[in-house]
């Protein structure tokens, strides 16, 4: 089961006792500011987690998979996430843990 | 933005709860994120994205200092991938210039 909005904001409920329409605007807003943020040009780094970094991609040549065609892909800018040491390490802690199993 | 940043950000708009309320909000949402990922699970945020672990298959490595091959195991890394309004939001703001502030 995938973590959602839905239980972030349960967890609120229980650790801050924040009432559950409070937790669920939190919740929400805090997706919405990084989102402001990424969309008015603002890298965001989250530490203990990792940064979301903006790249501005040039056009290039694409083709239509079905089809064949040549299409470009239009110069874009899109968001890339790269985590942050601590969070990179214990993810490989849990490889490390499922080896063992 | 960092995330103290988003912190006074969210506590300036939510007059209701006290900085301190939104700080500990704010590091329990991550924390819950960093820990949902750490247990290989997903994240799944309707219009923000979803994150999930990829894996990286052992390889060779070599020491950079004496050249000498070290085998290295195969790991996870936490992926992101942006959904559909992060990026048309980012998409659309190829005009401002990308800050780190």
């Given at each position: 089961m995938a973590l959602t909005k839905a239980e972030m904001a349960e967890k609120l409920f229980e650790e801050l006792g924040l009432n559950k329409r409070e937790?669920?605007?939190?919740?929400?807003?805090?997706?919405e500011e990084v989102r402001g943020a990424l969309e008015n040009g603002r890298q965001?780094?989250?530490?203990?987690?990792?940064?979301?970094?903006?790249?501005?991609?040039?056009e290039r040549p694409g083709r239509?998979?079905?089809?064949g065609e040549e299409i470009p892909i239009t110069a874009r800018r899109v968001v890339t996430f790269h985590p942050g040491q601590k969070l990179k390490a214990?993810?490989?802690?849990y490889a490390g843990s499922?080896?063992?199993q | 933005m960092t995330k103290s940043e988003l912190i006074e950000i969210l506590?300036?708009?939510?007059?209701?709860?006290?900085?301190?309320?939104?700080?500990?909000?704010?590091?329990?949402?991550?924390?819950q994120m960093a820990q949902?990922?750490?247990?290989?699970?997903?994240?799944?945020i309707r219009g923000f994205g979803s994150f999930s672990l990829h894996f990286r298959p052992p390889r060779t490595g070599r020491n950079p200092k004496t050249g000498e091959s070290v085998p290295l195991e195969g790991k996870?890394?936490?992926?992101?991938?942006?959904?559909?309004?992060?990026?048309e939001r980012v998409n659309s703001s190829v005009d401002i210039p990308i800050t780190d502030s």
């Open positions: 937790a669920k605007e939190l919740v929400e807003m805090f997706f965001v780094k989250l530490s203990g987690f990792g940064n979301f970094n903006l790249r501005d991609k040039k239509n998979p079905k089809t214990r993810v490989e802690a499922r080896e063992q | 506590a300036q708009r939510q007059k209701h709860l006290t900085y301190k309320d939104v700080e500990f909000a704010v590091k329990t949402i991550i924390e949902t990922l750490a247990v290989g699970e997903r994240i799944e996870y890394v936490p992926h992101f991938k942006p959904g559909k309004e992060l990026r």
